[in-house]
């Protein structure tokens, strides 16, 4: 009996769409809090608390309107997140959050034993992670976090320099 042919190979036509990763995604997440605090005059700043696969806590800037020093994106969602889990310690979770932590949001992040954080733009000024001082996985301490820095980085300085801009 005679072999047929295999068929000839079909090339895969490529989607020219770049491809969204679960971090882009959640970061969107992030952008859509930090435009609430837009939206109520806070300076625009998101962060999403996410845990096998959902978000567990959200928050955004919220400080001036509250007269609360605290109330940074990052915080509130931690305390979103430990109410959800129902524990302070959020090793599981990952936080994602529309600019580079500060200081005290890096102490919060190590003190709640966050997982691993991915942040967008880089903060010069105050920069807790790498830009201006390294509170975050600082050598010393105990707790080290798996950091990604620059998702969706554009957006997210976008909105920063707009609202800025704005107040001048």
Not at 61 to 66: E, F, I
Not at 148 to 165: D, H, I, P, T
Request: glycine share 8%; with cysteine; hydrophobic share 40%.
């Amino acid at each position: 009996m005679p072999r047929r042919k295999a068929a000839a190979a079909h090339p895969k036509t490529q989607d020219p769409r770049p491809k969204t990763t679960p971090d882009e995604l959640w970061m969107e997440e992030a952008l859509r809090c930090a435009q609430r605090a837009l939206e109520a005059g806070e300076v625009p700043v998101g962060a999403v608390v996410v845990s096998d696969g959902r978000i567990v806590g959200r928050g955004w800037n919220r400080n001036l309107n509250a007269s609360d020093p605290t109330a940074h994106a990052e915080i509130i969602a931690l305390r979103e997140a430990g109410a959800t889990v129902g524990n302070h310690r959020l090793g599981d979770c990952e936080l994602f959050a529309t600019i580079e932590p500060c200081a005290m949001c890096a102490g919060a992040l190590v003190h709640a034993r966050i997982k691993r954080l991915v942040y967008g733009a880089d903060d010069p000024k105050a920069g807790a992670v790498a830009s201006v001082m390294q509170v975050l996985n600082h050598p010393r301490l105990n707790h080290k976090v798996e950091v990604r820095s620059g998702v969706l980085a554009g957006r997210s300085a976008e909105m920063l320099q707009a609202f800025f801009k704005s107040r001048r």
